[in-house]
T-cell receptor, first 111, second 118 residues
């Protein structure tokens, strides 16, 4: 069945550090891939997405590339800010099926 | 962007009582709403999908008589945990989608409700 394996946290970084959160997936079809972010006290928000192999999703300085050969969709940001502190969820969706989420990775950025 | 609210944000109840959680789409009409459950350090698990005016579709292993879902209007869905027990303690999250999914159509998530059953 479809599943997502996500890097466990928590992750603590200093401001302006480089961020990578790993995500790999298993899917029977050709999934669309997503990163969601949950800021404290708020609902999950779509951060970025990619719908086919080699697509790169990007938003707010975050990027992730759909790698079919490694079944991965790692999230990266070159220079994190304190305001990026949140929980990040990797997710996939195949066709009209529902979203499958990873376990979430809590990121804390310290000044 | 579209906003989804949940009420209450947290609730504590005694074992055996029932608890109702509301999910509202504030600035759009949601033809489909989803209810998820999240255990500590685990991913969100889909419990059920509800379409306005019809019965909810429950995922395998989810007791429909225990988790009653009503989607009576295009802006409101409710989840009632009946005869709650401590093992029902969890974080419940709803999401809403505006249109039927012929291709990807974004879900908008509520902030979640923390249920603690004593």
């Amino acid at each position: 069945g479809d599943s997502v394996t996500q890097m466990e946290g928590p992750v603590t970084l200093s401001e302006e550090a480089f961020l990578t959160i790993n995500c790999t997936y298993t899917a029977t079809g050709y999934p669309s891939l997503f990163w969601y972010v949950q800021y404290p006290g708020e609902g999950l928000q779509l951060l970025l997405k990619a719908t086919k192999a080699d697509d790169k999703g990007s938003n707010k300085g975050f990027e992730a590339t759909y790698r079919k050969e490694t079944t991965s969709f790692h999230l990266e940001k070159g220079s994190v800010q304190v305001s990026d502190s949140a929980v990040y969820f990797c997710a996939l969706k195949t066709g009209a099926n529902n979203l499958f989420f990873g376990t979430g990775t809590r990121l804390t950025v310290i000044p | 962007g579209a906003v989804v609210s949940q009420h209450p944000s947290w609730v504590i109840c005694k074992s055996g009582t029932s608890v109702k959680i509301e999910c509202r789409s504030l600035d759009f009409q949601a033809t489909t709403m989803f209810w998820y459950r999240q255990f500590p350090k685990q991913s969100l698990m889909l419990m059920a999908t509800s379409n306005e005016g019809s019965k909810a579709t429950y995922e395998q292993g989810v007791e429909k008589d225990k988790f009653l879902i009503n989607h009576a209007s295009l802006t409101l869905s409710t989840l009632t945990v009946t005869s709650a027990h401590p093992e029902d303690s969890s974080f419940y999250i709803c999401s809403a989608r505006a249109h039927a999914a012929s291709s990807y159509n974004e879900q908008f998530f509520g902030p979640g409700t923390r249920l603690t059953v004593l």
